[in-house]
T-cell receptor, first 112, second 114 residues
Framework: DQQVKQNSPSLSVQEGRISILNCDYT??????FLWYKKYPAEGPTFLIS?????DKNEDGRFTVFLNKSAKHLSLHIVPSQPGDSAVYFC???????????FGQGTTLQVKP | DGGITQSPKYLFRKEGQNVTLSCEQN?????MYWYRQDPGQGLRLIYY???????QKGDIAEGYSVSREKKESFPLTVTSAQKNPTAFYLC?????????????FGPGTRLTVT
């Protein structure tokens, strides 16, 4: 039972354009969502998060949008840079255990 | 510098042997987690601990064991009962605070069992 899904295994965009990474979830009890970036053979690093009481959060080139009715969130990167090429994971949490459920990841390639 | 350390970076073992992966944090976080990453499957939770001397099974705990004798340390033992132990293992830590779920990850350990 995959509660958090990233249906696109990969995405390729041109440098300077927008990258949009998508994530769907099934559990309406999730109250916090996060995006992580991961390079090969390294641990994930936190990018940006959003609480379920908001529908948008922005940090520099990164914006996360949350659509609770559709149980969908997306990460927008504008403008995309070659250094953004990595695997991106969305994750969701609820309650006070601190546990996160991760999606399968989307590999982003930004071409110069 | 505060952070999470995992050692070693690469580990090789023969089938049938138990192996222990180290995870240490100096962030003063209460909670610690172990994940396993396989290609195309994202991160799957093995065990987690919210407090010293207490831990809970995650989604794929079979064949693994943990201990939490100190706040800063959360070692993971991969036992011979784990059917597919070759994977990339990630340790993470976090504060316990509803509304803040950010986990900080270590650099990972690549375990290869032959």
């Amino acid at each position: 039972d995959q509660q958090v899904k990233q249906n696109s295994p990969s995405l390729s965009v041109q440098e300077g354009r927008i990258s949009i990474l998508n994530c769907d979830y099934t559990n309406s009890m999730f109250d916090y969502f996060l995006w992580y970036k991961k390079y090969p053979a390294e641990g994930p690093t936190f990018l940006i998060s959003i609480s379920s009481i908001k529908d948008k959060n922005e940090d520099g080139r990164f914006t996360v949008f949350l659509n609770k009715s559709a149980k969908h969130l997306s990460l927008h990167i504008v403008p995309s840079q070659p250094g953004d090429s990595a695997v991106y994971f969305c994750a969701a949490g609820s309650g006070n255990t601190g546990k996160l459920i991760f999606g399968q990841g989307t590999t982003l390639q930004v071409k110069p | 510098d505060g952070g999470i350390t995992q050692s070693p970076k690469y580990l090789f073992r023969k089938e049938g042997q138990n192996v222990t992966l180290s995870c240490e944090q100096n962030l003063n976080h209460d909670a610690m987690y172990w994940y396993r990453q396989d290609p195309g499957q994202g991160l799957r939770l093995i065990y987690y601990s919210q407090i010293v001397n207490d831990f809970q099974k995650g989604d794929i705990a079979e064949g693994y064991s943990v201990s939490r004798e100190k706040k800063e340390s959360f070692p993971l033992t991969v036992t011979s009962a784990q059917k597919n132990p070759t994977a990339f293992y990630l340790c993470a830590s976090s504060i316990i605070d509803r509304g803040s779920y950010e986990q900080y990850f270590g650099p990972g350990t690549r375990l290869t069992v032959t």
